[in-house]
């Protein structure tokens, strides 16, 4: 296009112009892995999350290992966390054919990449104490660059944050929502991928947190 006098840069038109964007926005989310989940560019990490701050459990170790870094620092939420998985999950389920499997484990890679996630989010309600854990790791994170792997070695075990009685609403609607998604898609019968056990353990942690959220 030459709008006026400049010349933008070249780009293609086309049905499936979108299919070079998926691998690489799944390989961001690959780099931002915590705990030993087959994180890319950086080594294994956060393997001692952490030391539960409210709840039942409070000044206990909690495991709240895996799931993602949320940006550029390492903390990791919930309630990003879920609505991104929420997202990865609605895209395959609308349009399963756009998502390639290009690791060879017969498991679509969005699929791959989204259970990262959702294990985590496993681990972040605690039912037996009806706690929902909503952050790991505080502002302290922001006070040093380096990279993720070193923080075991070199800091404190960061905390892993309960919400308190009556809140955390939205971020328990997040969370239920995408793993009641994932039972659906785990679920289904017709997929080589199914899993009837995975697919009912995400469903009753789904019920739990969304009772939680009411």
Known sequence: MCPGNSISPCFRIGERVYNRVIPHTLRLYRVQRCGDAGPDVHAPCHLKDGIARGGAEGGTHVDASGGWHDAGDYLKFLITSGAS????????????????????????????????SLDWILKM???????????VGSAWDHNHWRMPEDDDLNYPTRAVWAS?????????????ASLALAAAIWGDPTKSFCDLSLASSYLMAAKQIYGYGK
């Open 85 to 116: 998985t929420l997202m990865m999950l609605t895209a395959f389920d609308r349009h399963p054919r756009v998502f390639g499997d290009n690791d060879g484990n017969h498991i679509p890679d969005v699929l791959d990449e989204a259970r990262v």
């Open 125 to 135: 309600w605690d039912p037996a104490n009806d706690v929902l854990y909503f952050q």
């Open 164 to 176: 308190q009685e009556g809140r955390g609403a939205n971020i328990a609607g997040k969370a239920a």
